[in-house]
């Protein structure tokens, strides 16, 4: 048996949940049974992936054999027969309605006619467009135990948010997020500014173009490795490279990063975010949460990690000290800007042109931050229930208040508009639960109609931007190279929420 | 001499070309998945034949730059979260009735025929608190775990599925781990 380290469990711990690989988990049970502190390590781990593969072969064994074919099918002629009628009948319909059109306009023409000399044939301005307005499926949707005021709020709040996705396709949709490997007939070292321009400018009408450029920002796990463990790649690159890195060897790379630049707050934060989803590793990742704290005092976000990670650790009292040191900063903000740095550095090593992956990179900023953000608000909230449902609901209030209060400290202080609507999307979850809590505790929900009612404006601002933002990449000086390298580094240095407004048509 | 198999991509070019008997195939070939997936969540037969009409009417919008498995259990993971949605039903067949079912089927228990009685009973009481931990977690979380473990899907293939990114999913799945750990060792405490 090849005797193995704590950090070679690790590797093969990642590799074995990363691509389901049974020799990784095997050879780590072989090196428990000679290693005691491996196997206090490691042991209830493993055993728990051994128990669930265990759990779903029974499953699997039990599950009761399927014979769908011949339902499947006819239902599907089903479909085709109505599809076919619908069609039959579209057309009957659109003769009648042009036959009833042609009457119409007929009408209409002896009536102009007639009212030719009448004072009042002016012709009427169009109604402006109402921003949002409830309709009626939102007011069947509201909660009917909620007091009207609040019922209307949420309404408002629910329209203000179908009008963002809608619009903008802004949010990191499904498919935004469909990064399984860069597919596609493209060679990535092949792609040029102007490909990524074309791919954003379709973005705006297509989602799976956007999740294309999300692929094409991406590194495999194994060219990121290559890149963090290759010769006379920057460190900068190595940086970058991290983000594609779990387990073992991305904190081996943001540890040496930290030794490099102990000042960078987010590469400190980088590992203590790897430590954090250590096991066992909780009190490294809060020492250099603190450190990262104490390197950026403006922002709040790390004791909201801090305070995650003592709930783990099931010390409520501390969390509770973190969340409140938290709620004396006025920001919050997810190092969206330094990301992008430092995913472009890793991408120019991988071999892309410098132009193109400076802007991909600015193109897809704030997407992995979106969903670290609202995994972290989803944690916290957990926590908050589980306090409730063991009795707790006071501390319970604490907790959700503090999502909701760090939802917006992102908004004060994001300047990417991605972490903007993680923060709006943590205050709309923490909305939920408060407005269920509130009453048990004997508070009046209406009380929440402002922040809701800010929350709307928040999301009308954003729909606006990305309007603005989808103008820019439509109708901006396609050959331009210089003007996009220009976007692309205001994005990367000041943010997409301050690209818009340095151009002077800010919403 | 057989024809070589076609691939689930090809399967779906053909149904696009009119072939229906593409179709049937992939039915025939991903039937039994589907099932045992929308049995996990909604005890529903009907969600897994729904599951491939609508494999037939987006047919068009399939990605032949994609794999096809987690696309068709990304679509049956949404007809399960609308259902779970309107019935307000969270639940996964537990282990106990699926054992329990098995048992009654085959007659035999389903641990290793080298085990001890003793240590084969120590591992069903472990894997029965194992799986009460498992319906604490929260929806995504138990659908990482059913996917990861339960279909043996890769990271990069449930990213798919649940749209998400590879790196995210193996952060959640290291998480879900710590925590199932924590959850796990406070059922044996309670016990």
């Given at each position: 048996?090849?005797?193995?380290?704590?950090?070679?469990?690790?590797?093969?711990?990642?590799?074995?949940?990363a691509?389901?690989q049974a020799?990784a988990i095997?050879?780590?049970?072989?090196?428990?049974?000679?290693?005691?502190?491996?196997?206090?390590?490691?042991g209830g781990?493993?055993?728990?992936?051994?128990?669930?593969?265990e759990?779903?072969?029974?499953?699997?064994?039990?599950?009761?054999?399927?014979d769908?074919?011949g339902?499947?099918?006819?239902?599907?002629?089903?479909?085709?027969?109505t599809?076919?009628?619908?069609?039959?009948?579209?057309?009957?319909?659109?003769?009648?309605?042009?036959?009833?059109?042609?009457?119409?306009?007929?009408?209409?023409?002896?009536f102009l006619?007639?009212r030719?000399?009448?004072?009042?044939?002016?012709?009427?301005?169009?109604?402006?467009?109402e921003?949002?307005?409830?309709?009626p499926?939102?007011?069947?949707?509201?909660?009917?135990e909620?007091?009207?005021?609040?019922?209307?709020?949420?309404?408002?709040?629910?329209?203000?948010?179908?009008?963002?996705?809608?619009?903008?396709?802004a949010?990191?949709?499904?498919?935004?997020?469909?990064?399984?490997?860069?597919?596609?007939?493209r060679d990535?070292t092949?792609?040029?500014?102007?490909?990524?321009l074309?791919?954003?400018?379709?973005?705006?009408?297509?989602?799976?173009?956007?999740?294309?450029?999300?692929?094409?920002?991406?590194?495999?796990w194994d060219e990121a490795?290559?890149?963090?463990?290759?010769?006379?790649?920057s460190l900068?690159a190595?940086?970058?490279?991290?983000?594609?890195?779990?387990?073992?060897?991305?904190?081996y790379?943001?540890?040496?990063?930290?030794?490099?630049?102990?000042?960078?707050?987010?590469?400190r934060?980088g590992?203590?975010?790897r430590?954090s989803?250590?096991?066992?590793?909780?009190?490294?990742?809060?020492?250099?949460y603190?450190?990262?704290?104490?390197?950026?005092?403006?922002?709040?976000?790390?004791?909201?990690?801090?305070a995650?990670?003592?709930?783990?650790?099931?010390?409520?009292?501390?969390?509770?000290?973190?969340?409140?040191?938290?709620?004396?900063?006025?920001?919050?903000?997810?190092?969206?800007?330094e990301?992008?740095?430092?995913?472009?550095?890793?991408?120019?090593?991988?071999?892309?042109?410098?132009?193109?992956?400076q802007?991909?990179?600015?193109?897809?900023?704030?997407?992995?931050?979106y969903?670290?953000?609202?995994?972290?608000?989803?944690?916290?909230?957990?926590?908050?229930?589980?306090?409730?449902?063991?009795?707790?609901?006071?501390?319970a209030?604490?907790?959700?208040?503090a999502?909701?209060?760090?939802?917006?400290?992102?908004?004060?202080?994001?300047?990417?508009?991605?972490?903007?609507?993680?923060?709006?999307?943590?205050?709309r979850?923490?909305?939920?639960?408060?407005?269920?809590?509130?009453?048990?505790?004997?508070?009046?929900?209406?009380?929440?109609?402002?922040?809701?009612e800010?929350?709307v404006?928040?999301?009308?601002y954003?729909?606006?931007?990305y309007n603005?933002?989808?103008?820019?990449?439509?109708?901006?000086?396609?050959?331009?190279?210089?003007?996009?390298?220009?976007?692309?580094?205001?994005?990367?240095?000041?943010?997409?929420?301050?690209?818009?407004?340095?151009?002077?048509?800010?919403? | 001499?057989n024809?070589?198999?076609?691939?689930?991509?090809?399967l779906?070019?053909?149904?696009?070309?009119?072939?229906?008997?593409?179709?049937?195939?992939?039915?025939?070939?991903?039937?039994?998945?589907?099932?045992?997936?929308?049995?996990?969540?909604v005890?529903?037969?009907?969600?897994?034949?729904?599951?491939f009409v609508r494999?037939?009417?987006?047919?068009?919008?399939?990605?032949p730059?994609?794999?096809?498995?987690?696309?068709?259990?990304?679509?049956a993971r949404?007809?399960?979260?609308?259902?779970?949605?309107r019935?307000?039903l969270?639940?996964?067949?537990?282990?106990?009735?699926?054992?329990s079912?098995?048992?009654?089927?085959?007659?035999?228990?389903?641990?290793?025929?080298?085990d001890?009685p003793?240590?084969?009973?120590?591992?069903?009481?472990?894997?029965?608190?194992?799986?009460?931990?498992?319906?604490?977690?929260?929806?995504?979380?138990?659908?990482?775990?059913?996917?990861?473990?339960?279909?043996?899907?890769?990271?990069?293939?449930?990213?798919?599925?649940?749209?998400?990114?590879?790196?995210?999913?193996?952060?959640?799945?290291?998480r879900?781990?710590?925590?199932?750990?924590?959850?796990f060792?406070?059922?044996?405490?309670?016990?």
């Amino acid at each position: 048996v090849t005797k193995l380290g704590k950090r070679e469990c690790e590797e093969l711990l990642d590799t074995y949940l990363a691509e389901d690989q049974a020799h990784a988990i095997t050879r780590i049970e072989a090196a428990l049974q000679e290693d005691d502190e491996l196997r206090k390590e490691f042991g209830g781990l493993v055993e728990m992936c051994r128990d669930l593969e265990e759990i779903g072969r029974q499953r699997r064994a039990a599950a009761p054999p399927a014979d769908l074919v011949g339902a499947v099918m006819a239902a599907v002629d089903g479909t085709r027969r109505t599809q076919a009628h619908k069609r039959s009948a579209l057309r009957r319909l659109a003769w009648a309605a042009a036959a009833i059109a042609a009457v119409l306009l007929l009408s209409w023409f002896v009536f102009l006619r007639e009212r030719t000399d009448s004072p009042d044939s002016a012709p009427r301005l169009a109604k402006p467009r109402e921003p949002v307005a409830p309709t009626p499926e939102s007011v069947e949707d509201a909660g009917s135990e909620s007091v009207p005021a609040v019922r209307t709020a949420r309404q408002m709040l629910a329209e203000a948010m179908k009008h963002l996705d809608e619009q903008t396709r802004a949010r990191p949709s499904q498919q935004d997020q469909a990064v399984d490997e860069r597919t596609g007939p493209r060679d990535f070292t092949d792609l040029t500014l102007q490909d990524v321009l074309e791919e954003r400018q379709r973005a705006v009408a297509d989602d799976r173009a956007r999740g294309r450029l999300v692929r094409w920002a991406s590194l495999r796990w194994d060219e990121a490795r290559e890149l963090a463990t290759g010769p006379g790649i920057s460190l900068d690159a190595r940086i970058g490279s991290s983000r594609y890195l779990q387990g073992p060897m991305g904190e081996y790379v943001l540890t040496a990063a930290v030794t490099e630049r102990p000042g960078d707050p987010y590469v400190r934060y980088g590992l203590a975010d790897r430590l954090s989803e250590k096991a066992g590793a909780g009190t490294e990742a809060i020492a250099q949460y603190e450190q990262a704290a104490a390197l950026d005092s403006g922002n709040s976000l790390p004791y909201y990690e801090i305070a995650r990670e003592r709930l783990e650790q099931n010390d409520v009292a501390a969390a509770l000290e973190a969340l409140s040191t938290a709620a004396g900063i006025d920001t919050a903000y997810a190092y969206s800007g330094e990301a992008s740095r430092y995913q472009a550095e890793a991408l120019v090593a991988r071999g892309m042109d410098s132009a193109a992956a400076q802007l991909l990179a600015a193109v897809v900023a704030g997407t992995e931050e979106y969903l670290e953000l609202t995994d972290l608000a989803s944690e916290l909230l957990d926590y908050g229930a589980e306090l409730d449902q063991s009795g707790d609901a006071e501390t319970a209030l604490q907790v959700y208040d503090a999502v909701s209060r760090l939802g917006m400290q992102l908004v004060a202080g994001a300047a990417f508009s991605r972490e903007r609507l993680a923060g709006i999307d943590m205050q709309r979850m923490a909305l939920d639960v408060l407005e269920q809590l509130y009453p048990r505790l004997g508070l009046d929900p209406e009380t929440l109609i402002p922040q809701t009612e800010d929350l709307v404006d928040n999301i009308l601002y954003l729909r606006d931007f990305y309007n603005q933002l989808d103008v820019l990449f439509t109708e901006g000086p396609v050959e331009d190279a210089a003007f996009w390298a220009s976007v692309a580094n205001t994005i990367i240095e000041s943010g997409d929420l301050a690209l818009v407004e340095s151009l002077g048509s800010g919403p | 001499v057989n024809a070589p198999e076609r691939s689930d991509e090809q399967l779906m070019a053909a149904l696009c070309g009119g072939e229906r008997r593409a179709l049937a195939e992939l039915v025939q070939r991903y039937q039994n998945d589907i099932l045992r997936f929308c049995l996990h969540y909604v005890r529903d037969v009907e969600r897994a034949k729904e599951t491939f009409v609508r494999v037939y009417t987006a047919r068009k919008r399939f990605d032949p730059a994609r794999k096809f498995r987690p696309w068709i259990l990304c679509i049956a993971r949404n007809l399960c979260l609308n259902e779970i949605k309107r019935k307000k039903l969270v639940h996964m067949e537990s282990l106990e009735e699926y054992a329990s079912a098995a048992r009654m089927e085959t007659g035999e228990l389903l641990n290793s025929a080298a085990d001890s009685p003793d240590l084969q009973l120590a591992a069903a009481e472990r894997r029965a608190m194992l799986d009460r931990a498992l319906n604490t977690l929260d929806e995504e979380s138990r659908q990482i775990v059913v996917l990861r473990f339960f279909e043996r899907m890769s990271a990069r293939d449930i990213a798919q599925t649940v749209g998400s990114t590879e790196g995210a999913v193996r952060t959640r799945l290291h998480r879900i781990l710590k925590l199932l750990r924590k959850r796990f060792q406070a059922c044996r405490d309670i016990l």
